[in-house]
């Protein structure tokens, strides 16, 4: 298993229990973004920085990844994309997408994106708290023990 994080808009708090986790279990790791992101001396965690552009880091993950590597993302077209290869998808508040949920997340996605256009909805998700800390790390964990074991 390979980790591969959507590094743009991952909390720097989700990436701290993934260097942990990735150095733990042995994890090849790597983190992708359009901007430098700070990451510990280690030889299972690396960067790749892409071009500036909309969803260039999501392409460059969809196109690496493999049927049996884990995607962090809050990104629900990527999460998608990465389910359709086989491949876990996991979000920074610990929710596993997966074939049952994801057109449902996509379609209130859509949904929400067509509000937000229409001047309807504004605002973001609330902030991370301990309790999707939690979450995260619980889950991450369980999925490292299920494909490293």
Not at 36 to 59: C, H, M, R, W
Request: charged share 25%; glycine share 4%.
């Amino acid at each position: 298993m390979h980790i591969w994080v959507d590094a743009d808009a991952c909390p720097k708090v989700i990436k701290e229990i993934l260097f942990r986790a990735a150095e733990r279990t042995q994890t090849h790791m790597t983190l992708v973004a359009n901007h430098y992101i700070p990451k510990p001396a280690s030889k299972l965690i690396k960067t790749v920085k892409v071009e500036q552009g909309f969803d260039v880091a999501d392409n460059y993950i969809a196109q690496q990844v493999s049927d049996i590597d884990l995607v962090i993302t809050a990104d629900i077209p990527l999460a998608a994309d990465v389910i359709e290869k086989g491949a876990h998808a996991l979000n920074p508040r610990g929710e596993l997408y997966n074939r049952d949920n994801i057109q449902q997340r996509l379609s209130m996605r859509n949904f929400m994106e067509e509000m937000r256009s229409a001047g309807e909805v504004t605002g973001g998700p609330a902030p991370l708290n301990h309790s999707d800390r939690q979450k995260f790390a619980n889950t991450l964990d369980r999925l490292l023990a299920q494909n490293n074991g």
